[in-house]
C-alpha cells in the first residue's frame, strides 16, 4: 500500500495529547513484551496470555484480552506502521474532536474490530477461531473513517519504495482511504489476508464511521469550519470541490454492502456450520543415529479442522513437529473414523505419501482418538524418511531416516463454533454497516476543508 501522510499546517498549533499517549504506551508495551526477543518480535507467551483468541470470547475471565490485545505488536514492522499511521491521522482527528472524544471512538473503533473478526470466522476459516489477533490495526482503521468523512479533501503524499528508492506522489484523502478499504474487503472474501485480521480492519472502519455522528462536537466543528473557510478565502486561489463526491460516495456505500452481505452470510453460517476444530499441542524430540537424542523438546500447537470427513490443519512452522504431523496423517492417525473414542497401542511399519513422494513411516505407540475419530493425546517413538526440499525451486527428495520421540495432547474442542455467538455478533455487524452507510451519505455534515 505504500506510506502515506497528510499535510495538515492548519492544525499543527493543537498539541494531540491522546495520540501521543497512545503511540508511547504501545511503544512501551512493544519493548515490555519483545524484550526476550532482543525487540525484534514479541515473546509468544505474551500473545498466549494477552492477545485476543476468538473462541475464548465468552469466558469472563478472558475478556480482558479484548483491551490488551489493542496494545501487542507482533513484531518491529508491525508496531511502527500502525504507529505511524497513527501518528499521521490521529492528529487531525483527535484536533476536530477533542482528546476525550478521540480517545472514546478509538477504543470503540476497537471494540467493533474485535466484533467483526469474530463474526466473520465462517468466512475466515474455523481455524482461525484458535489464532491469537493483536495489534491497534482495528482502532486506528476506526479514526481512518473518522478522517475519511472530516477530512476528505485533504492531500495525501503517498511514498512506494523499488529498490529502496522512494516514489511519491500527492493525492486526496478520499481517494487513498477508500481503495485501502477496498483491499481489505477483497483480501478478505479472495482468502489472500496471509493471516492479516483484514475484517478486523473493515470492522474498526465501519465502526468509525458509524460512530462519528455520536463522538463529534458539532459547536468545535462550526469553529474549526469557520476557520478553514477564513484560510481558503486569504490564502488559496485555486481550490479542489471540497467533500466526498457522489461516486466516491457509491464506491464506499457499494464495499459496506458487500462487508454487510458477509455478516448476513455468517449469521447464517454461525447457525448451521458443523465440523469439529481442536487445538493439539506437540512436543517433539530429534534423534539421530549418530548423536542420539538431543533431549531437547520443540512444542507447537498446531489447529486441526474435520469437516465432512476431510481434514484440515494450520500451518506448521517447526521442523520435527511438521514432520511428525504430516506422517501421523499420512499414517491415517490424525482422524481415522475406525477408532472412535479408542486408546490404541500402535505398532506400525508402512509407506506414505508426503507431497507426493511416497516414505517410510514406522511409528510405535499409545494414541487415543475422541468421539469424532480425532486424534486427542498419546505419545510414542517415530522413524521415518525426511524430505530434503529445495528452498528456490521447491522441489523436495528423499533424505536420510530420522527418529522422533513425541508427546500430543488437546488444548480446547469447538464443535462448529460452539461457545461463539457468531449469530449474534453478526447482527451487529449488519446493523453498524447499515448505520455508517446512513452516516456517509450525510458525511456534509461531519466535513471540515483546508
Not at 482527528?93 to 466473520?120: D, I, N, P, Q
Amino acid at each position: 500500500m505504500g506510506i502515506a501522510y497528510p499535510h495538515y499546517e492548519e492544525l499543527e498549533r493543537h498539541r494531540p495529547v491522546a495520540t501521543i499517549a497512545l503511540v508511547a504506551t504501545n511503544v512501551a508495551v512493544y519493548l515490555a513484551t519483545s524484550a526476550g526477543n532482543g525487540f525484534v518480535a514479541v515473546e509468544d507467551r505474551w500473545v498466549q496470555s494477552l492477545a485476543f483468541v476468538p473462541a475464548l470470547i465468552l469466558k469472563p475471565s478472558q475478556l480482558y484480552r479484548v483491551f490488551t490485545s489493542m496494545f501487542l505488536h507482533a513484531n518491529l514492522a508491525h508496531i511502527f506502521f500502525n504507529m505511524l499511521y497513527l501518528y499521521s491521522f490521529g492528529r487531525q482527528v483527535e484536533a476536530a474532536l477533542g482528546s476525550k472524544r478521540y480517545l472514546w471512538l478509538y477504543f470503540m473503533s476497537g471494540l467493533f474490530a474485535t466484533v467483526f473478526h469474530t463474526a466473520f470466522l465462517p468466512i475466515e476459516g474455523a481455524s482461525s477461531a484458535f489464532v491469537p489477533a493483536l495489534g491497534a490495526s482495528g482502532a486506528i482503521s476506526g479514526i481512518l473513517g473518522a478522517y475519511l468523512l472530516l477530512f476528505p479533501g485533504t492531500r495525501l503524499t503517498m511514498c512506494f519504495f523499488y529498490f529502496f528508492i522512494p516514489l511519491c506522489f500527492t493525492t486526496r484523502a478520499a481517494a487513498y482511504i477508500i481503495f485501502w478499504f477496498a483491499t481489505q474487503i477483497l483480501q478478505g472474501y479472495l482468502g489472500a489476508s496471509l493471516g492479516v485480521a483484514v475484517f478486523a480492519h473493515a470492522g474498526g472502519f465501519i465502526g468509525g464511521i458509524a460512530l462519528l455522528p455520536l463522538s463529534v462536537s458539532y459547536e468545535r466543528l462550526g469553529l474549526l469550519r469557520v476557520y478553514a473557510s477564513m484560510r481558503r478565502f486569504f490564502f488559496d486561489v485555486l481550490f479542489v470541490k471540497p467533500g466526498l463526491s457522489t461516486i466516491a460516495k457509491a464506491v464506499l456505500v457499494l464495499l459496506i454492502g458487500l462487508t454487510a452481505l458477509g455478516a448476513l452470510y455468517s449469521a447464517y453460517a454461525g447457525a448451521t456450520a458443523g465440523g469439529v476444530n481442536k487445538i493439539l499441542d506437540f512436543s517433539v524430540d530429534t534423534c539421530s543415529p549418530s548423536t542420539g537424542c538431543t533431549g531437547v523438546y520443540a512444542n507447537e500447537s498446531v489447529i486441526v479442522q474435520l469437516n465432512g470427513g476431510s481434514l484440515d490443519n494450520s500451518p506448521i512452522s517447526t521442523d520435527s513437529v511438521r514432520v511428525v504431523f504430516n506422517r501421523l496423517k499420512a499414517a491415517g492417525l490424525v482422524y481415522s473414523s475406525a477408532n472412535k473414542g479408542k486408546s490404541v497401542d500402535v505398532v506400525l511399519s508402512t509407506t506414505g505419501r508426503v507431497q507426493g513422494i511416497p516414505v517410510r513411516i514406522n511409528i510405535s505407540g499409545n494414541l487415543r482418538f475422541d468421539d469424532y475419530g480425532l486424534l486427542d493425546s498419546g505419545l510414542g517413538v517415530l522413524t521415518t524418511d525426511v524430505l530434503q526440499c529445495d528452498p528456490v525451486t521447491g522441489a523436495c527428495r528423499r533424505g536420510a531416516p530420522m527418529t522422533y520421540k513425541f508427546s500430543v495432547s488437546t488444548s480446547a474442542v469447538i464443535k462448529g463454533f460452539e461457545g461463539i455467538p457468531i449469530s449474534g455478533l453478526a447482527v451487529l455487524s449488519l446493523l453498524a454497516c447499515i448505520a455508517s452507510i446512513l452516516v456517509v451519505w450525510q458525511a456534509e455534515r461531519f466535513e471540515v476543508v483546508f
